[in-house]
């Protein structure tokens, strides 16, 4: 089984202290490299649901029984992961009445067999690995290339270029499982997977009716319907940050504690960075916004928003990082990130002139400096 990343976030907010009724789920767990001490994440339907056991290792190995509501993702993690100080974890599928054996080597590679559903699910496990591996082998060397000093734009461009054909081959050869295997359980639990809604809807309708409608069917059901719901969002956020959409004015009080509205800028160009001193990806980019800024100074205007900070570090971080345009901050509760349908950092919104839109690029991408390349450099 590949590991895969996932948030701490959540984990973090509860309280280990906490420890978990036996019940009926079996782990037996042996993985190198793991240590004395594994803690088990159990999520709930929210945080406060959550819970989280202490399993202490005897002769290298650990044994617990959880008590598991429906089928779901477990997490198994070192004490020292948890704290962030380490990056050892595994996660399994953690099925009510089996037992699950993990073996392995938690920095590398292990294996799930077990019960009649894990041996079968170690074999759609093996046949995901092989899938997976072409894009796997490919993320591992351009890694290693841009560590050598290749630069993230040819990088990137190269992943772009190679990444749709390998990621459709892979989600190929998990569709074509589900469809050769209708009666398994394990088809099931491989439907989330395939991370498309099209897919994942044909890939159920391939299911034979008591799988579908089986002990599994909150597994897939449950990630098919944020889904949906994450594509409503975004397709409502895309109409709000389109181009020739007029932009949202807004009027926020500046660095020195003065309103600063976005209508006093037209007549130029205004780039709008929505931004936060606790955004990694803002701050790495901020060293080329500035060179840009300076570029084409006079050809446009930064108005940075500052979002989820408090008034002193988002003053602080302007100060660190010399940021020499307009800032304005953004307090909790504002409807300035609705009214843009912003739901991920940065977020760029170049305005023109006129007061509408031209572009919208989310995310730290190299497409968004070529982009002002092109409007600028004329």
């Known amino acids: 089984m590949k590991k895969i990343l996932f948030t701490l976030a959540a984990i973090l907010s509860v309280l280990s202290g906490w420890a978990a009724p036996k019940g009926n789920f079996q782990l ?24 989280m056991e202490t399993v202490v290792a005897k002769n290298g190995k650990f044994e617990t029984s959880l008590d598991i509501d429906q089928p779901k993702n477990i997490q198994l993690l070192t004490p020292k992961t948890m704290r962030r100080e380490d990056n050892k974890y595994a996660i399994i599928i953690a099925v009510p009445n089996e037992e699950c054996v993990l073996t392995g080597d938690v920095t590398s590679h292990y294996d799930v067999t077990g019960s009649k559903f894990y041996k079968e699910y170690h074999e759609a496990d093996v046949m995901m690995e092989a899938a997976q591996k072409p894009l796997s082998d490919l993320q591992v060397a351009l890694s290693a290339r841009m560590q050598a000093g290749e ?3 040819a990088i990137m461009k190269e992943y772009e270029e190679k990444s749709p054909a390998l990621k ?4 190929e050869a998990l569709f074509n499982y589900i469809k050769d295997h209708p009666t398994s359980e394990v088809s099931a639990a491989i439907v989330p997977s395939l991370q498309e809604i099209g ?8 299911l034979s009716p008591a799988v579908k409608n089986g002990r599994m069917r909150p597994f897939f059901t449950r990630p098919l319907e944020a889904m949906k719901q994450e ?3 975004e397709e409502a956020a895309a109409q709000k940050q389109a181009a020739g959409i007029m932009a949202p004015d807004f009027t926020l009080k500046d660095i020195n504690g003065k309103d600063l509205s976005l209508s006093s800028l037209r007549g130029k160009y205004v780039l709008i960075d929505f931004w936060g001193s606790w955004c990694i990806w803002c701050i790495k980019g901020m ?24 008034d002193a570090k988002w003053k602080a971080a302007v100060q660190k990082h010399q940021l020499p345009w307009l800032h304005v901050y953004n307090p ?3 409807k300035v990130l609705s009214d843009y349908g912003v739901t991920g950092f940065p977020t760029k919104v170049l305005v023109g002139p006129d007061g509408k839109i031209v572009k919208t690029i989310v995310g730290e991408d190299p497409s968004f400096y070529t982009f002002l390349d092109e409007t600028f450099g004329k």
């Open 332 to 334: 909790r509760g504002s």
């Open 151 to 153: 630069s993230r734009e």
């Open 231 to 233: 594509k409503a969002a």
């Open 168 to 171: 459709k081959a892979f989600t």
């Open 199 to 206: 897919l994942m809807e044909q890939a159920i309708a391939a």
């Open 28 to 51: 037996k767990v042996e993985l190198k490299n793991f240590g004395d001490t594994m803690i088990v994440y159990i999520p709930g339907q929210t945080n406060q649901d959550a819970k």
């Open 287 to 310: 060293p080329q916004m500035k060179e840009y800024y300076q570029k084409y100074a006079g050809k446009f205007e930064i108005l940075g928003v500052d979002c989820n900070d408090t």
